[in-house]
């Protein structure tokens, strides 16, 4: 296997301070490059020690990502820390004071099912998840941070704010827009609601990389494969965040059991980036299923880097097993 670089999303942190140095230390035994841990979760709650959202109970008398970081810089590897940016589920300070914040989808509904969004349209939305950001760049020994679930829904938001927003922007109602080609209602302009939509989640993603440029660290970004489908679905438009310098590094989330699938896709990203001018650094994001043997695994890994692919991002660390890295270190 050709040398390259090797990094892995972490959903969930383990629940004492020598299985998160042991973590490390097995990433860094398999030379990996970088760890991205999540610590805000999908569900609202705070996977460290933050003044803004919620702290999970098992972390209230100590801080995994500190442990993380200080064992990771002990042994060479950088450290992002990843915020799911627009999901507030269960655990939700924001959604529990605030539950006119969510997102209110219409016909066209969210494929996570029962995901919960905030409105990234909501300038509240945007203060608090920023004021997540900015901890995380203030007390932390880390390289950087991590934007995830930095868009819309797939589908429609139909709160008071996008459907106000919408109707002096077009004088149109939202209700009525659609974005289904053939479908038989009044036609609108829809580059229209996209670059509305982009311009707020690209807005946010600018907003970010001026606070990780003030702290003096890095920024990266797990990112649709689909452009230009993500334009319309969740508001995407990574490849314009690279043409303006907003990302130190893009890893597009080519999630396929399909290596022929998944290296087209990393094909496609490439040339997305290379027509863009930036020069941001770019990673595959990969899957590691579960019941994938480890030499199908290193199959797929050889056939993404045959596209030319700098490296790779492993979604996710708990899958990987002993053999896995073993082979990923030689």
Same mark, same amino acid.
């Given at each position: 296997m050709k040398k390259f670089?090797?990094?892995?999303? #972490?959903?969930?942190?383990?629940?004492? +301070? /020598?299985?998160?140095r042991n973590t490390v230390r097995r990433l860094a035994d398999a030379g990996f490059d970088m760890i991205i841990p999540c610590v805000k979760q999908a569900t609202g709650i705070a996977d460290f020690q933050s003044k803004i959202a919620p702290v999970r109970e098992e972390f209230k008398s100590w801080d995994?990502?500190?442990?993380?970081?200080?064992?990771?810089?002990?042994?060479?590897?950088?450290? #992002?820390?990843?915020?799911?940016?627009? +999901? /507030?589920?269960?655990?939700?300070?924001?959604?529990?004071?605030?539950?006119?914040?969510?997102?209110?989808?219409?016909?066209?509904?969210?494929?996570y099912g029962n995901l919960r969004l905030a409105c990234l349209n909501r300038p509240e939305v945007r203060d608090y998840q920023a004021a997540i950001y900015q901890e995380l760049l203030e007390n932390y020994p880390i390289d950087g941070?991590?934007?995830?679930?930095?868009?819309?829904?797939?589908?429609?938001?139909?709160?008071?704010?996008?459907?106000?927003?919408?109707k002096r922007l077009t004088g149109q109602e939202l209700l009525e827009?659609?974005?289904v080609d053939f479908n038989p209602n009044p036609a609108q302009d829809l580059d229209v609601w996209i670059n509305w939509r982009t311009d707020v989640i690209t807005g946010f993603a600018r907003r970010i990389r001026t606070a990780a440029n003030q702290a003096g660290k890095k920024l990266s970004a797990a990112v649709f494969h689909d452009y230009p489908n993500c334009l319309v679905n969740v508001g995407q438009d990574w490849p314009s965040?690279?043409?303006e310098g907003l990302l130190d590094y893009a890893f597009p989330m080519n999630y396929s059991r399909s290596t022929k699938v998944a290296a087209a896709w990393v094909r496609h990203n490439m040339s997305l980036v290379r027509a863009s001018g930036g020069k941001?650094?770019?990673?595959?994001?990969?899957?590691?299923?579960?019941?994938?043997?480890?030499?199908?695994?290193c199959d797929h890994v050889d056939g993404i880097l045959d596209t030319g692919i700098e490296g790779v991002v492993v979604f996710q660390y708990p899958f990987l097993t002993d053999a896995d890295l073993k082979a990923l270190s030689q």
């Open positions: 670089k090797k990094a892995t999303w #972490h959903h969930f942190l383990p629940y004492t +301070p /020598e299985e998160v995994p990502l500190m442990v993380l970081a200080e064992e990771a810089n002990r042994h060479n590897i950088a450290v #992002h820390a990843w915020s799911c940016v627009a +999901p /507030e589920g269960k655990d939700s300070r924001l959604l529990a004071e605030h539950p006119e914040y969510e997102t209110i989808e219409g016909p066209e509904k969210n494929r941070v991590h934007l995830d679930y930095v868009r819309f829904g797939r589908g429609f938001c139909y709160c008071d704010i996008c459907r106000a927003d919408y827009l659609s974005t965040w690279v043409a941001c650094r770019l990673w595959a994001g990969i899957l590691r299923p579960a019941g994938m043997t480890t030499e199908r695994f």
